[in-house]
């Protein structure tokens, strides 16, 4: 009787990309252990990735249509979440609105990395580099703008790691 090899040939290319995958994130599923943040108890029906310790803050912007989120967990994550009702479906037109206002700062350096719905820029201040993200989500009857908390600096990998939690 022959024996015939039944082993697929990428059988260990598959159990090493397998182990390098699973070794790269923690138990919780997220390199940095952030979970599923549901913002729908502060009026927004979206969930978002956040760091276990997040805390959500309603702003106070005095408008009517326009309200806001601050969702900030350490010193390594602070989004804003501006949200109103939507006045287009058009994602690529909404991003580019916020890229314009974005380039339209002094500080603006330049574009790092950009999607049809967002983007992941860099400003210098004082010749300091620090880095920001835009990204725009349409959810229902609401348009959802995130984007870097204020008045804080972040690194480039800081900004990818919140940029990917909005996603």
């Known amino acids: ?6 082993s697929h040939p990428y059988t260990l290319l598959y ?38 310790d997040a805390k959500v803050q309603t702003g106070n912007l005095q408008s009517v249509l326009l309200k806001d989120l601050t969702i900030q967990g350490g010193e390594d994550y602070h989004i804003q979440l501006f949200y ?43 010749s300091t580099a620090t880095y920001g993200f835009r990204f725009v989500k349409l959810q229902g009857d609401l348009e959802l703008n995130f ?8 690194t480039q990998e800081e900004a990818e790691m919140m940029y990917e939690a909005v996603k």
């Open 15 to 52: 159990a090493f990309v397998f182990l390098v995958l699973s070794s790269s994130c923690t138990p919780d599923g997220h390199e940095k252990g952030w979970q599923p943040l549901d913002l729908l108890p502060h009026g927004v029906p979206v969930s978002i990735m956040a760091p276990p």
């Open 84 to 126: 109103s009702p939507a006045i287009t479906n058009d994602i690529a037109r909404l991003k580019n609105d916020q890229l314009q206002i974005v380039q339209d700062s002094r500080y603006f350096s330049r574009v790092v990395k950009e999607e049809v719905a967002g983007f992941i820029y860099q400003s210098v201040i004082d």
């Open 147 to 154: 984007q870097t908390g204020m008045n804080q600096l972040f």
């Open 1 to 6: 009787m022959m024996y015939q090899k039944t």
